[in-house]
């Protein structure tokens, strides 16, 4: 189980119901050995406090989720986002992982110009990428499903995230990859190829699709292997591309919410070995 | 009023609590001369009396909707969708429509290949065709929002469903371009250059994109001015395309469903003035 799990990183927020310290020890305890973290429940349990408790259960943290929301017009907003994206790079840093995932951000209220929230994305990155090399973290722009599109983040394909992220070197800025937001897109296979060829490729996550779909369409991410979502397939298409690195479980999902977490965690473990384990 | 509504064509869906009589008066009333029908309740009403009724009222029939669900792997299925096809298209003629909608339909139960279902959604057509330009019908494959690609339309963007329609002459198939379903795709403006240069863009539907969605995401789309999308913008492109024809409002939309629907119908053609018209 060691060997086929030890790509597996347990996304947090798949099992927020586990406090931090409960959620490392059920790692050890099942043979996980990569987890991804989210801003808010560490910070609530201390950054310093967290690293270490993830550091002295020999845990990797694959990424921090989640930098972002950039596309603000007004300077003073603007220039608060920055701040907190910052904060977010020296957070990754004391966690020690080399990814911070971002989530772009949608259109301002009133605006209709998503041409200009991008452009706005493609700006704050100027300031943001050199910050985070010096802190030895990597930008991963994150492209969420169309259906995000105005009110989470502007950024819908890798293909717009690639020509973002294209502006900067690869160690400041590449993409998240995330088969819940990209798999019924018929361009994304090449798109994968292109961020692999410039070593853009900074993080993969797996989330399957089902529905309905749930009011707001936030937390019905599916469990691997009850959706529509070929992860075998998807997974061939990053590993052509260059990448061998963690592959992250990543479900917002109120059935498995309510659900005894470490249980779920059981299940996500056998799903990913089951849908795309060796 | 009446040259500023001489492009705008009501879909009978954004008015359903009206009956075909009560919706040939009320835009008879309001100097609206194109109305766009779906099959259930022309059929309810009888095909041969509700092309009587328009007829009289001197309305024209822009389109109708819909045909398509093409994707079935079962051989007997995919027989039945071809017969309710080639009855779509005979309703189509019979009404004096040139353009039937087609919403191509989802992954069949338990398939999770996306390219499959278009592959069979292309050889359906090739049978389908012919038969639709026998009857003075062209057949237009509306792509729907990457959010209904498991379970409702596998051709998510316009690219899609020019790459299918390219097989066939244009007589025969073409597109449909609704704001909903593409207005956050950046290569849509391409897309539409690329279907109006080959006399493809077979009608041309308005939608405003706002949030949340409702569970389901099948009955929130936006009054024209509501939400996200720039109607002038989009307006734009298939005109430059070369597109003059009729201008269809299709909402999908309870809170308008429970409103009054000649004051529905009224909002409607009011704010298709104020945001596409002239």
């Known amino acids: 189980m060691t060997d086929l799990l030890s790509r597996f990183s347990i996304n947090q927020m798949t099992v927020k119901q586990l406090s931090l310290p409960e959620l490392t020890a059920a790692c050890a305890e099942s043979g996980i050995r990569n987890v991804g973290l989210w801003r808010e429940p560490v910070r ?5 406090a967290a690293a270490k408790l993830v550091r002295d259960a020999g845990l990797t943290v694959t990424t921090l989720c989640r930098g972002g929301f950039l596309t603000a017009i007004d ?3 603007r220039a608060r986002a920055l701040e907190d994206n910052r904060r977010a790079v020296d957070e990754a840093a004391t966690l020690g992982t080399d990814t911070l995932v ?3 951000g949608g259109l301002p209220a009133g605006s209709r110009d998503l041409r200009g929230a991008r452009e706005r994305i493609a700006d704050a990155l ?3 990428g050199p910050y985070a090399e010096e802190h030895g973290v990597r930008l991963a722009i994150e492209p969420l499903h169309p259906m995000y599109a105005s009110d989470r983040c502007v950024v819908s394909t890798l293909a717009q995230a690639l020509d973002i992220a ?3 070197p690869a160690r400041q800025v590449g993409v998240t990859v995330d088969t819940y937001h990209i798999w019924w897109d018929d361009t994304a296979p090449a798109q994968i190829a292109r961020a692999g060829a410039d070593g853009r490729i900074h993080t993969f996550q797996l989330a399957d699709w089902t529905t309905p779909l749930p009011e707001g369409v936030l937390n019905g991410r599916g469990q691997i292997g009850d959706g529509a979502v070929d992860m075998r397939e998807w997974k ?3 590993e052509a591309a260059g990448y061998t690195g963690p592959i992250e479980v990543e479900l917002f999902n109120d059935a ?3 659900r ?13 070995v089951e849908h795309a384990g060796g």
Chains 1, 2 share one sequence.
Not at 44 to 48: D, F, L, M, P
Not at 260 to 272: C, M, N, P, Q, W
Request: proline share 3%; glycine share 12%.
């Open 126 to 128: 100027a300031e943001l």
């Open 166 to 168: 294209e502006h900067f």
């Open 75 to 77: 300077p003073g907003e």
């Open 236 to 238: 061939g298409y990053v």
């Open 256 to 258: 498995l919410w309510a």
């Open 44 to 48: 609530s349990y201390g950054v310093e």
């Open 260 to 272: 005894d977490g470490r249980e779920v965690l059981a299940e996500t473990a056998a799903r990913f």
């Open 102 to 104: 971002l989530v772009s």
